[in-house]
């Protein structure tokens, strides 16, 4: 049997906290060895990363996710009951109902709906003092995700909204303000969505045919039943604020496009190019550190032992910085994925292996098409000027973003 490298202390969640997205990755490269054990939180972990050990992560039958994630990363970010801590049967039926929502038209009606925005925004942003792209697109997406969803949204509440979905995704990671505005915020989200779940299947709030309000509200499980209003709350704001985090994507994207100004000329009209161009953004910036599951049953892996009950931690942005997998990981190339077939254990930022049947991201294919269109409007719809401020991208900051927010100035439309 191997010995498993282990961290030596009682605890290392103070670690993780100060090392960030590079917690792992850092302790990998000094014990020579892709796993190792540790305490998180007081409880031993098992840390991993790299395509094996994605691959092995994703093994239904030797990991589930029931009370995997930290209680302070579900009171924040991805609420109880929801999808991300189902295994089994209830998985497949909670999961199924939230693919059924991500079809190609309903994906490219959501990117309509951000492009029309966008495109209307140019004017109160053209001339105007600096613009926060990270500002204006959370509300920007806010908008247009309960248009699309079905949620019905005042003018007037779009700043409170987006402060709220922001904050939960601001929170799990972290002790403080930060944190308990996150808690705040879930519980006001969950009510907000609780009480429209309700109207909607009473009949006073119509929506619309194959909108995620409808899917949700009206899904019945196995035995027939209707979820529990609480938890179709959840799973709506599973879609919701998610899809307000892919401004954070697209701050990077225009960040590396700012790094690398001869991909704009690259992406222009080029449809391969800027598809490329966004898998290495997602790629290379930091987003979702790790994934979290629990040891089903007692097994050995390559040498190593996992004993039942264990709780494992995938490392997501230090499996797509592995050196054994990304040549020069450290450069951000977006031409490493020209002709690279796609495969679903080496570029996991949204997790790995299998949309339907595991945990990998319901909205993967809604942040790629979204960063594209935001890419093209970016490069094509208009010009701008990125003046002097702070982008350092702190690692130790979970999640991360340049710390200006990205400011622009002079925005002129361009066509
Ligand atoms: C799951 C990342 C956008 C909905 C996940 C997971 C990650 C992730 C790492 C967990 C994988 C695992 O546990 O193995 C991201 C990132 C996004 C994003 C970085 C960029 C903003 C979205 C969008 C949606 C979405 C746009 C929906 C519209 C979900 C759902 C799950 C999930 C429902 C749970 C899936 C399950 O447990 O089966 N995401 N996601 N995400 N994501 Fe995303
Ligand atoms: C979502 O809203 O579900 C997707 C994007 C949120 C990412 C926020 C990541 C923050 C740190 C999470 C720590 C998890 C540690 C196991």
Known sequence: MATTPADRGPDSTLAFLRAGYRFIGERCDRYGSDIFRTRILLAPTICLRGRPAATLFYDTERFRRREAMPLRVQRTL????????LDGPEHRDR????????????????????DDEWQARIPA???????????????????????WAGVP???????????????????????????????????????????????????????????????????????????????????????????????????????ALHDHPAWRQRVRGDD??????????RRYYPFFPAAAAQVRRSFDWQGHHFPRGRRVLLDLYGTNHHPALWPEPELFRPERFAGRP????????????????GHRCAGEW??????KRAVTNLTSAMRYEVPPQDLAVDLRRMPALPPSGLTLTNIRRTD
């Open 78 to 85: 991805t609420g109880r009951g929801g999808v991300q801590g």
């Open 95 to 114: 999961k199924a109902m939230l693919m059924s929502i991500m079809t190609p038209a309903a994906i490219g009606q959501l990117g309509q709906l951000f």
């Open 125 to 147: 942003w053209e001339g105007a003092a600096p613009v926060t792209l990270y500002d204006e697109l959370g509300r920007l997406l806010t908008r247009v995700v309960c248009s």
């Open 153 to 255: 949204l005042a003018a007037s509440q779009v700043d409170r909204r987006t402060v709220e979905l922001h904050a939960m995704i601001e929170a799990p990671a972290i002790v403080g303000p930060r944190h308990w505005r996150g808690l705040l915020a879930r519980r006001r989200a969950e009510r907000w969505i609780a009480d429209i779940i309700e109207r909607t299947r009473i009949g006073t709030l119509p929506a619309p045919a194959g909108s995620a309000l409808k899917v949700i509200a009206e899904h019945r499980d196995a035995q027939g039943r209707l979820l529990p209003r609480r938890i179709a709350a959840v799973e709506l704001l599973n879609v919701l604020r998610p899809t307000v985090a892919v401004d954070r994507f697209i701050v990077f994207a225009a960040l």
């Open 272 to 281: 391969e190019a800027t598809e490329q161009f966004v898998q290495e953004v």
């Open 342 to 357: 796609v495969d679903p254990f080496h570029l996991i930022p949204q997790g790995g292996g299998d949309h339907w049947t």
């Open 366 to 371: 809604i942040t790629i098409d979204l960063m």
